[in-house]
């Protein structure tokens, strides 16, 4: 599975931010790691300089084998948030999805043995 991590202007974009993405990526979804081929990160400053609450924004795009790919938002305060934030629904999303092709295949399997 590869990780892409991409920031806006306003968004510091180091190695130790990409490393730390990666890792909680890694780490929340290594369930799905033989599922998915890439998982792309956008990271933005909604506001740019100006401060605000939820400014912080983080979409993750995860593209499994076969299948459109599955993206999700989460606006947080700090980029941490926002970053966790979003892994947590990415993983969510990817249980539903998964689960709704689990079953799919079950009900073929038990309707027609023959398929």
């Known amino acids: 599975m590869q990780i892409q991590v991409n ?3 306003h968004i510091d974009s180091n190695i130790r ?3 730390w993405v990666r890792s909680t990526l890694e780490s929340s979804l290594e369930r799905y ?6 998982i792309e990160v956008h990271l933005r400053d909604e ?3 100006k401060p ?5 924004r983080c979409q993750m795009e995860a593209r499994p084998k076969g299948h459109q790919p599955i993206s999700v ?12 934030g979003a892994a ?3 993983n ?7 689960g709704k092709l689990r079953s799919k295949r079950g009900v073929l399997q038990l309707s027609d043995p023959e398929a």
């Not at 790691?33 to 890439?38: A, G, H, I």
């Not at 938002?73 to 966790?84: G, W």
């Open 7 to 9: 920031s806006s202007n």
């Open 17 to 19: 931010l990409n490393e």
């Open 33 to 38: 790691e033989d599922d998915l081929t890439r």
């Open 47 to 49: 506001n740019g300089t």
């Open 52 to 56: 605000g609450p939820h400014d912080k």
């Open 73 to 84: 938002t989460h606006t947080a305060t700090s980029l941490d948030q926002a970053v966790d």
């Open 88 to 90: 947590s629904k990415l």
């Open 92 to 98: 969510n999303a990817l249980d539903h999805f998964y």
